[in-house]
Each structure stands twice: as C-alpha cells, then as structure tokens.
C-alpha cells in the first residue's frame, strides 16, 4: 500500500489535470464546476462583452475575483488568483482584449478589499 501513497505524493504516473483557467490566440478556458466534477467551457476572446474585478475577503485572505461576461451564456465565469493557471493567464488579458491596461494588476493589487465590483473590461 506505501508504494500507491509514495506515487500518489511523488507525483510518479499521477494524473495530470488541466489547470482551472488557461487561454490561447482563440479563447479562454475555465473549469466550471458541476457537482464534484470539473467542466470546462471554452469562451471565445470575441464573445467576452465584459470582465468585473473585486476583492473580497476570503478567510481573512485578500482575493482578486474576476467575472467574465459573455453573449454566449447569462452567468458569468469566475475566476479568482488563486485558480491554477491564473499566473499564466493573466497576462494574456492585455493580449486578446484591446483597451484593457497592462497595469492592472498592480492597479488592483493596491485597491482595498471592499468587494465592490470594478469594471476591469468592457467590449465597445
């Protein structure tokens, strides 16, 4: 049984998972939840109308959130800093969404955390 657990911890033939939000020249990806399953939904860069930003206060942990709002569905995609993938792809927003500051995370980092939503993108 040790030699399952020594794998599993090892990371030897474990399983590799997508990471929860990634992107591409196309579109974002993001895993949705259903249950205890993962989704993932892929949204094209020109179907995104907007992105809301906000801080909130999770377990006493300041955490950037971001809503991403399409024309292709009515609920928003969260994604939050601490998703994996979330340091790759984050860069990539200036990339594929024009008009949007190169800064701003670093803007966002300095705000307080009030959860009050910040209109980050909005498609012209």
Do not use: C
């Not at 040790?2 to 590799?16: E, I, M, V």
């Not at 992107?23 to 907007?50: C, F, H, K, N």
């Not at 809301?52 to 609920?75: M, N, P, S, Y």
Request: aromatic content about 10%.
């Amino acid at each position: 049984m040790s030699a399952f657990w020594n794998k599993l911890f090892n990371g030897d033939d474990a399983p590799q998972l997508p990471p929860d939000v990634s992107a591409d020249a196309e579109a974002l990806t993001v895993a949705e939840m259903e249950g205890e399953e993962a989704v993932y939904v892929r949204v094209p860069w020109s179907s995104i109308t907007a992105i809301l930003a906000h801080k909130d206060d999770v377990f006493g942990v300041a955490q950037l959130r971001l809503e991403v709002l399409t024309d292709i569905t009515e609920a928003a995609l969260l994604i939050t800093e601490d998703d994996t993938g979330f340091a790759e792809f984050a860069p990539q927003l200036t990339q594929h969404l024009p008009g949007l500051d190169p800064a701003w995370r670093e803007e966002f980092a300095a705000m307080p955390v009030t959860g009050e939503a910040y209109v980050l993108f909005r498609r012209a």
